[in-house]
């Protein structure tokens, strides 16, 4: 697929679902409530395949890849300390706290837009690289970003056992911690992935993607940019300002300042100057956080982010 048609693909299945699942809203066409059961339905059964086929092609090319995906961690957990620290100096109750602090912590690192950006700077190096970037990302989504979501609403009364236990138990949970051991033991056997199944990959993703964008289009009022801009512009301030400089104090402890070719620096500042993940809002959906503060966040940091995505390219180039 050449540059045109990936963006023709990006816009239609993240703007298509968007603007369907609000305007199904908009027109009394499907209740709001609807969205925190689609999400579910979606993480539970359409994106788990395509995660364990994705992770069983996986080719890594060089033993220090490996720190990519440790460094995506080490930054979301970062993001996270930070994320709560804002959150609780706004005087938020802790709904809207576990709303604001997701959305923090995870970034939109993946095809949608990090990723993208990789693969227009460095081309298919930069799209693999990328890719590894993310291996971190679902694991940390369904393990910590699940913790943090049921702390939050338990508002400590339940234990670290229990909340693990029903990250295990719960199918849009289970399921896709299941498919990444599945697909991790499938790459660590010696058995080729059958090029008959990389369609159900190029098929899934986007339908899984536009599927959690419709129900997020469902809860997304407009009005409530308003009501939530003090929130956003401390978004802002985080994904584009603060991410970043911890992304490249990091990449000194990493070591990636010292690469000759700067491969990894390139990458890592572009994905840690990436906005709000849609999973942090899969996330807000399925606990019923504060949705309004999160589809704020999510939606004016992924605008702001598409008018940046120029410049971030070029300094990134630069480096």
Not at 28 to 49: C, E, G, H
Not at 83 to 88: F, I, M
Not at 165 to 176: Q, Y
Not at 299 to 312: D, F, H, R
């Amino acid at each position: 697929m050449n540059v045109t048609l990936k963006v023709i693909q990006i816009i239609v299945v993240i703007l298509g679902g968007l603007v369907a699942g609000y305007l199904f809203r908009r027109f009394n066409w499907l209740a709001a409530t609807w969205s925190p059961r689609i999400t579910r339905a979606t993480l539970a059964y359409v994106q788990p395949f395509p995660i364990a086929l994705a992770i069983w092609g996986l080719q890594v090319h060089s033993w220090r890849a490996i720190l990519l995906p440790v460094f995506g961690a080490v930054l979301a957990i970062l993001m996270l300390v930070v994320g709560a620290l804002v959150a609780r100096g706004q005087q938020l109750d802790r709904r809207s706290q576990a709303a604001f602090v997701l959305p923090t912590m995870f970034s939109n690192t993946g095809t949608t837009y990090g990723a993208f950006l990789c693969f227009v700077l460095m081309g298919a190096q930069g799209l693999a690289l990328a890719t590894i970037y993310t291996l971190s990302f679902a694991p940390m989504i369904y393990t910590v970003g699940f913790y943090v979501a049921r702390a939050y609403v338990g508002a400590g009364q339940q234990s670290v056992g229990e909340i693990m236990r029903e990250n295990l138990t719960a199918p849009h949970s289970r399921n896709p911690l299941a498919a990444i051991l599945a697909g991790l033991l499938l790459w660590a056997l010696p058995w080729q992935r059958p090029e008959c199944l990389l369609p159900a990959i190029d098929i899934l993703i986007p339908v899984g993607t536009a599927a959690l964008l419709f129900a997020i289009g469902l809860s997304i009022r407009l009005r409530a940019v308003r009501e939530y801009a003090p929130q956003a512009i401390w978004m802002h301030g985080l994904k584009f300002i603060v991410s970043p400089a911890l992304g490249l104090l990091l990449a000194v402890l990493f070591g990636f300042w010292a690469q000759a070719d700067h491969e990894f620096l390139k990458i890592v500042l572009i994905e840690s100057a990436a906005p709000c993940a849609i999973m942090s809002l899969a996330i807000v959906q399925v606990f019923r956080l504060n949705v309004d503060l999160a589809n704020v966040c999510w939606l004016t940091t992924n605008l702001t982010a598409i008018a940046l995505a120029p410049i971030l390219v070029v300094v990134a180039g630069l480096l």
